[in-house]
């Protein structure tokens, strides 16, 4: 089994950060791609970001790259992604996933283990 659960969402205002964590646990996670996803409100899940398991491969979104930054802490098991300047358009359910694509995919099918997300909203 894997398990990922997320933390750190919350409500916070245009213009401020946030950092939201995904704790991994189960066999082999180190060894996954992994990758952060949205959805905002009656709109469908959006690619974000995502990181291979050595942390050496990274791509992010075009709407969210400069602000946004995709970690990863093996000795931890847990991924980060830290959100700079947030927007109202940022606002939605995050979730991290992670798949045996050791170099991550922006394509949410080809990941097989996801977390029940964590809802960040983004208020002005």
């Known amino acids: 089994q894997v398990q990922l659960v997320e933390s750190g969402g919350s409500l916070v205002q245009t213009g401020g950060s946030l950092r939201l964590s995904c704790a991994a646990s189960?066999?082999?996670?180190?060894?996954?791609?992994m990758g952060w996803f949205r959805q905002a409100p009656g709109k469908e899940r959006e690619f974000v970001a995502t990181i291979s398991f050595t942390g050496g491969t990274i791509n992010y979104a075009d709407s969210v790259k400069g602000r946004f930054t995709i970690s990863r802490d093996s000795a931890k098991n847990t991924m980060y992604l830290q959100i700079n300047s947030l927007k109202p358009e940022d606002t939605g359910v995050y979730y991290c996933a992670a798949g045996t694509n050791y170099y991550g995919t922006r394509v949410e099918s080809e990941y097989e283990y996801w977390g029940q997300g964590t809802q960040v909203t983004v208020s002005s």
């Open positions: 189960g066999r082999a996670v180190s060894s996954y791609g």
